[in-house]
């Protein structure tokens, strides 16, 4: 039985993802597939690190994309003094840093609340994290330098892609797999599922839940931190909580598209719902919808699969 | 056994307590007279004392009188069925728009403007809570959220309903020009708001919504149909939101599509936790005084004298240290007192509503299962 749904959501994401591209190249959309797959990549880094603290703990965190932010921030004030990669080493380890004092001041002493008390929990902490950072800097836009400086540029399909966002389709390809292989063949990888399923259970088999709950906000931490620096200098700038603001609904969605447990399919949702939205805003057909037609576009997308398929994709119902 | 309930009125809430351990007390004449002299304070802070104040500061006032209501808003989702709306500010900024279009586009009365700020506001919520109630809890709160987003980025960019960049124009209703006038009217809607809380509440539905929050499926089991119920208290919540809005955008006089973003709606949940969920003078006296903050900081120097010792840090403006205070009282809320303002404060109320001054009643109310037995 649970195989057969399995494979059911294996081929509704097929089919899904056949439809998509069949309507991209009969519309002449070439342009939008391979910009929806780039930009969904950064969507889908930081809806790893959202799935890696619900299926440990049952929480959404709010405060992913602070992560990311806040990495990003560090980076810009570190890469003028210091070599950029000791900058990014900083900034990712502020991030880890921020990860594991927001479990033990936030997560830890509201361990048996109900879970949406956790979820308003982080995002309070990101919208002090926005807050701070609009005290101590200013609410403008600053540049930021990137990972790789040569700005190689590739054109796939007619459109041309900078070095970085392949690099960050590659680091998002490679850490899904290294996590769904963490998460299925490693002992701490299964201690961590079992925390989360039974967390009793664990405890009496000798594993301490609570420090796994450290190791895990740490490890989502990294994630967010790595999506900030790896997307962020691609936009140009950044403002105060640009990863929460731009990419924190889009991650959601994709996390919710692709299971909410799922790792492959958070990426596989970061990639879908890039693509919509590329859609959305280069298609004529949505030229009429006021604003920016790809939040209306996400929207719908999330309403529809939480209506018709609350599981997502390659989630497991229940 | 509900009818009774209803009808035997605060007491009866306790529950045993009061009916076991002190069934008859009443206070003394000297109680009845200090009581008396409390709520003739709090009635002269509330109405005599904003009289006289300069413009700005009665607008402030007013501000924090909305907020209440808005607050109250969302303590009717998130205090009594449990579900979180972090799309607020959609809602609110919506039903200030529809006012905001219907006094200064279509030419019709104030009156008509706020009818239908309330109307848009529920029916935007029974159409969004029809699609999407099925599903609860954490996604419904994505699902909000998402809508937030939705109302800043497509519908407030709409031309004619937000009057572009500049926003709309809200003028103050014939007869309320004046601020301090307005200040009353907007006392005496969230008097009504109260009201229609605290009337709503004591009804079976009320407290079978409160039941559902404690445990949905037990509460289904006892027959409360738990969708439609949520949905009701939905749209009831929808509803105070645009009243708020409305009220907002005319003490401003102006509506600016800039002002409704996702920090807004974290204020608006912030406040209500702090002030106290099911508690309504809690809410009322969180969400006042997060409308004042920044007031408070100008008369008040001591807070900024107090940062201004942290090295490095610059000046906080008051609309920042709304968003740097907010999220550190939030958590010291959730981390230490989960009941909020109303936990800390309800010995007095229940003092200044003729009980025992009794300092150790922190107990939150807690509904019984079979008081909303059909």
């Known amino acids: ?318 | 056994m509900a009818v009774e309930t209803a009808s035997r009125g605060p007491a009866a809430e306790t529950g045993e307590t009061v009916e076991g351990g002190e069934p008859s007390f009443r206070p003394s004449p000297i109680g009845w007279l200090a009581r008396g002299i409390v709520w003739a304070a709090i009635a002269w802070l509330v109405l005599i004392f904003p009289l006289g104040r300069e413009a700005f500061e009665l607008q402030r006032y007013s501000e924090a009188v909305i907020f209440g209501i808005i607050g109250l808003s969302l303590n009717v989702l998130l205090g009594y069925v449990g579900q979180i709306s972090l799309g607020h500010q959609a809602f609110v900024g919506i039903g200030a728009f529809t006012s905001a279009y219907i006094v200064t586009e279509q030419n019709l009365s104030f009156w008509v403007g706020v009818a239908a700020a309330v109307a848009v506001g529920g029916l935007q919520a029974l159409v969004l809570g029809g699609v999407s109630l099925r599903i609860t809890g954490l996604y419904f709160a994505m699902v909000t959220l998402a809508y937030g987003l939705v109302a800043e980025k497509n519908i407030f960019q709409i031309q004619e309903l937000t009057g572009g960049g500049l926003g709309q124009p809200a003028p103050k209703p014939k007869g309320f020009e004046s601020d301090f006038r307005y200040y009353y009217l907007c006392l005496v809607f969230l008097a009504i708001v109260l009201w229609v809380d605290w009337r709503m509440m004591r009804t079976k539905s009320g407290r079978a919504l409160l039941a559902l929050r404690e445990n949905p499926r037990v509460a289904s089991t006892f027959g409360v149909n738990v969708r439609l119920l949520t949905l009701f208290a939905f749209v009831v919540s929808g509803a105070f939101a645009g009243l708020g809005g409305a009220l907002l955008a005319h003490n401003d006089t102006r509506v600016s599509p800039e002002t409704w973003s996702f920090n807004l709606a974290l204020i608006f949940v912030i406040m209500t936790v702090v002030g106290g969920l099911r508690s309504r003078a809690g809410v009322v006296i969180g969400s006042a005084f997060f409308a004042l903050i920044g007031y408070l900081l100008d008369k008040f120097t001591i807070l900024q004298d107090g940062l201004n010792a942290i090295p490095g840090a610059p000046d906080l403006s008051p609309e920042i240290a709304r968003l740097v205070i907010g999220p550190v009282l939030l958590l010291l809320t959730l981390t230490l007192t989960p009941g909020g303002i109303g936990q800390q404060i309800r010995p007095i109320v229940r003092w200044l509503t003729g009980h025992r001054f009794d300092l150790k009643d922190r107990g939150l109310k807690e509904v019984q299962i079979s008081d909303v037995r059909a």
């Open chain 1, 1 to 318: 039985m649970d195989r057969l749904r399995e494979r059911q959501g294996q081929v509704i994401t097929a089919a899904v993802i056949t439809l998509l591209v069949l309507v991209l190249l009969a519309t002449g959309e070439k342009e939008s597939l391979v910009i929806g797959v780039i930009t969904g990549s950064a969507y889908g880094f930081l809806a790893l690190g959202l799935v890696l603290i619900y299926k440990s703990s049952g929480v959404f965190n709010f405060a992913q994309g602070e992560f990311g932010t806040v990495a990003v921030y560090t980076l810009y004030l570190l890469h003028f003094d210091v070599p950029y990669g000791f900058a990014l080493l900083g900034a990712l380890g502020v991030a880890v840093l921020m990860g594991v004092v927001v479990e033990r001041l936030v997560v830890r002493p509201l361990f048996d609340a109900p879970r949406v008390t956790l979820l308003v929990a982080t995002a309070g902490v990101a919208l002090l994290s926005i807050a701070v950072q609009i005290w101590f800097g200013e609410a403008t836009a600053r540049p930021v330098g990137r990972a790789l400086p040569t700005l190689d540029r590739f054109t796939v399909l007619g459109v041309q892609i900078s070095d970085q966002r392949l690099l960050l389709l590659g680091a998002l390809a490679i850490l899904a797999g290294l996590l769904a292989w963490f998460f299925n063949k490693t002992n701490l990888g299964l201690a961590i599922l079992g925390s989360s399923q039974e967390p009793t259970a664990t405890e009496l088999m000798g594993i301490s839940v609570k420090r796994l709950s450290t190791i895990v906000w740490a490890l989502a931490a990294l994630l967010g931190g790595l999506a900030g620096v790896l997307a962020v200098p691609e936009t140009g700038g950044f403002a105060p909580g640009v990863l929460t603001v731009a990419f924190l609904i889009p991650a959601f969605t994709a996390a919710v598209l692709g299971g909410m447990t799922s790792l492959p399919g958070a990426f596989l949702g970061g990639v879908i719902v890039g693509v919509v939205e590329a859609v959305a805003t280069s298609a004529p057909i949505f030229e009429d919808i006021p604003g920016s037609p790809g939040t209306l576009l996400v929207f719908v997308v999330l309403l529809i699969v939480l209506v018709a398929r609350p599981q997502g994709l390659l989630g497991k119902a229940g």
